[in-house]
């Protein structure tokens, strides 16, 4: 298996069995998962587009997790970073520009993800950019419907046409295209590729909660109002700001339910990073296997991930 | 002229290249309605420069579209003698007139040889249709 080297300075390296079956393409592959550390914007950009440079047929598939070591803006491939003096705060952030398309990321409090599907010499992995974006999100909005959120995939769109694209919001989690993940009327996931003839780079981020350099936005934690559970609904509900709750950003929100009584804390494990992490991975992973038939050796995560 | 897709010659990549008899050394480039409809929504195009030197299979221009953006591989070598500018505020016309309306750049070849490594439209048409 080669990997380019970047990537053995930065990530913890997780290799995938060879498939002792046939995939769903006919093309055996093999699949890696990769967990960085915060990095600076430009260390993450430079792996995945190394990912993307070097990949060749013999490449894994590769399913990248990883965060940003300070609030950094990313601008979709095409866009101008003068655009971002519209929104109020943005203009101040370090910034990286995509080789994915789509709209701008504030990378604070989200995860971001990466897939490589590295082309084979029998058949190209490309075919219709919707198939991996339904997926992915698909495979998130089952599982978070599994864990009592109202997720679902938008089907609706803002999609900008190239006589309009001034018109679509400049960020990302603003936009609507039909198969972005939303839960009520908030966007929680999308993605954006990159298409080469080495192989396809599909970017995405899951919006965590709230981050005050754009107050417009909300993330799942503040979206937890919408949990089934009274005593939850009753511990997260500030009347005053809806569905923001001040106890849960100054206090975490299994103390702050603790606090207030709750007997039973359904949601504790979606406001740690690293169960959050391990909770993309199983979406990644799940999702991919509808379109390449990849099998993973990182059973550990599974096996401690409180999702399962 | 009318530019006829059973004429051309293609990528695998889904470029198509024309060469009309009244020039024979300039080659017209564009995408072909295979690639336009897999594609679906353009929403921006990232031309060559006039002047700039292409090389037959690598790449001279993006393509974004439900943000994926594409690159688009040349089919010859030479030099960019001319872009279709208003092309890329016209995105949508791609869709129905990916040929005669939809060139993308005019090449100077400077090996027009490289013509006859490309795919015919049978070669190519089967490759759409088994894709």
């Known amino acids: 298996m080669s990997l380019p080297s970047v990537l053995t300075k930065f990530s913890v390296l997780q290799e995938g069995a060879p498939l002792d079956g046939a995939s769903l393409q006919g093309i ?25 440079r070097d990949a060749t047929p013999e490449s894994p598939v590769v399913l990248r997790v990883y965060r940003w070591e300070q609030p950094t803006l990313s601008l979709g491939h095409f866009q101008s ?29 989200e995860i971001t993800y990466s897939i490589l599907i590295p082309e084979t010499r029998n058949k190209s992995s490309k075919g219709h950019s919707e198939l991996l974006y339904r997926a992915i999100h698909g495979s998130a909005v089952e599982n978070l419907q599994r864990l009592g959120w109202d997720a679902k995939l938008s089907e609706t769109c803002t999609c900008s046409t190239a006589t309009n694209q001034k018109e679509e919001p400049f960020l990302c989690f603003s936009r609507r ?21 080495a192989g396809l780079l599909q970017h995405g981020s899951l919006l965590i909660r709230h981050s005050p350099t754009t107050p417009e936005l909300i993330g799942l934690s503040e979206l937890i109002t919408q949990f089934p559970s009274k ?3 009753e ?74 | 002229m009318s530019i006829l ?52 299979g690598h790449e001279f221009g993006e393509v974004e579209s439900v943000k994926a953006v594409s690159p688009m591989y040349s089919p010859v070598s030479g030099t960019v003698v001319e872009i279709h500018s208003e092309l890329v505020n016209n995105l949508e016309s ?14 100077q070849m400077s090996d027009p040889s490289e013509l006859a490594r490309l795919l015919d439209w049978t070669s190519y048409k089967h490759q759409c249709d088994n894709a």
């Open chain 1, 81 to 109: 970073w003068d655009d971002c003096r519209a929104v109020p705060g943005l203009s101040d952030l370090p910034w990286v520009r995509r080789k994915t398309g789509g709209g701008a990321i504030v990378h604070d409090q």
């Open chain 2, 94 to 107: 791609l869709s129905v007139d990916p040929y005669d309306g939809g060139w993308i750049m005019k090449v």
């Open chain 1, 177 to 197: 295209s039909p198969v972005d993940l939303i839960i009520g009327t908030d966007k929680i996931m999308g993605s954006a590729q990159r298409r080469t003839s």
């Open chain 1, 235 to 308: 511990g997260f509900r500030d009347d005053s700001v809806g569905s923001y709750n001040k106890d849960m950003r100054e206090k975490g929100l299994h103390d702050a339910l603790m606090e207030r009584g709750c007997e039973k804390v359904v949601a504790t494990a979606p406001f740690d990073q690293t169960a959050w992490v391990n909770f993309l991975i199983l979406v990644l992973k799940k999702g991919l296997s509808q379109i390449v038939n990849c099998r993973w050796q990182d059973r550990n995560l599974d096996e401690h991930s409180v999702f399962m």
């Open chain 2, 5 to 56: 897709p059973e004429e051309l010659r293609y990528l695998e990549s889904h470029e198509w290249v024309s060469v009309s008899n009244e020039t024979p050394g300039i080659a017209t480039v564009g995408i072909s309605a295979f690639a336009v409809a897999e594609l679906t929504d353009l929403v921006f195009m990232a031309l060559p420069k006039v002047g700039q030197s292409v090389s037959a």
């Open chain 1, 28 to 52: 055996p592959r093999e699949g890696v998962v990769l967990i960085d550390p915060p990095l600076s914007g430009e260390t993450n950009m430079a792996i995945d587009e190394a990912l993307l």
């Open chain 1, 231 to 233: 005593l939850v609904q």
